[in-house]
T-cell receptor
Framework: NAGVTQTPKFRVLKTGQSMTLLCAQD?????MYWYRQDPGMGLRLIHY???????AKGEVPDGYNVSRLKKQNFLLGLESAAPSQTSVYFC?????????????FGAGTRLSVL | TQLLEQSPQFLSIQEGENLTVYCNSS?????LQWYRQEPGEGPVLLVT?????EVKKLKRLTFQFGDARKDSSLHITAAQPGDTGLYLC???????????????FGAGTQVVVTP
């Protein structure tokens, strides 16, 4: 019973490098989300998707791109990493979307940009 | 943006003591959720409250949604070391705002329960 799986778990990048974070869910959820968590700031929504082939901007989308080519996968890309993107990134999915629906989270990816 | 403020930021207590965590906002939420997050893991939903004044109990945890749906509290009775974690509240925007349905997270309260 995997739920939401994120890869990689840890990554160190140099400024200007690019990378892609992968999120996979096996619950057939329509909605998927990418958040970042920074000390003292809680979870902030980066981008989200309401179904295969769709993406939308969240609260802090600058510097990130996403794709949802398959229903079960949601990719987060950093084209040119900056130290300000050092954070812990969480992917989540839900069946019915926003509001009172349950969001299931992955274990996170800890990213350091030097 | 609807801001959610949690207090206190950090709470350290002995096993068996009681504790209360608060989640406050000046905005109205259509619903409010409480999550617990353990080190190296993602948040896990504990409860969702929807109706103003609603009280929900989950074993030793009691959750209350304010009458005006702007605030919430989490009370733990006879805390145990297994209750240690980061407690996050998250509010879903009201229909009267452009944040309808979107989750806004508080910064969290770190709770440490020592034996």
């Amino acid at each position: 019973n995997a739920g939401v799986t994120q890869t990689p778990k840890f990554r160190v990048l140099k400024t200007g490098q690019s990378m892609t974070l992968l999120c996979a869910q096996d619950m057939n959820h329509e909605y998927m989300y990418w958040y970042r968590q920074d000390p003292g700031m809680g979870l902030r929504l980066i981008h989200y998707s309401v179904g295969e082939g769709t993406t939308a901007k969240g609260e802090v989308p600058d510097g990130y791109n996403v794709s949802r080519l398959k229903k079960q996968n949601f990719l987060l890309g950093l084209e040119s990493a900056a130290p300000s993107q050092t954070s812990v990134y969480f992917c989540a999915s839900s069946y019915e979307g926003w509001g009172s629906d349950i969001q299931y989270f992955g274990a996170g990816t800890r990213l350091s940009v030097l | 943006t609807q801001l959610l403020e949690q207090s206190p930021q950090f709470l350290s207590i002995q096993e068996g003591e009681n504790l209360t965590v608060y989640c406050n906002s000046s905005s109205v939420f259509s619903s409010l959720q409480w999550y617990r997050q353990e080190p190296g893991e993602g948040p896990v939903l504990l409860v969702t409250v929807v109706t103003g004044g609603e009280v929900k109990k989950l074993k030793r945890l009691t959750f209350q949604f304010g009458d005006a749906r702007k605030d919430s509290s989490l009370h733990i009775t006879a805390a145990q070391p297994g209750d240690t974690g980061l407690y996050l509240c998250a509010g879903a925007g009201s229909m009267t705002t452009d944040s309808w349905g979107k989750l806004q997270f508080g910064a969290g309260t770190q709770v440490v329960v020592t034996p």
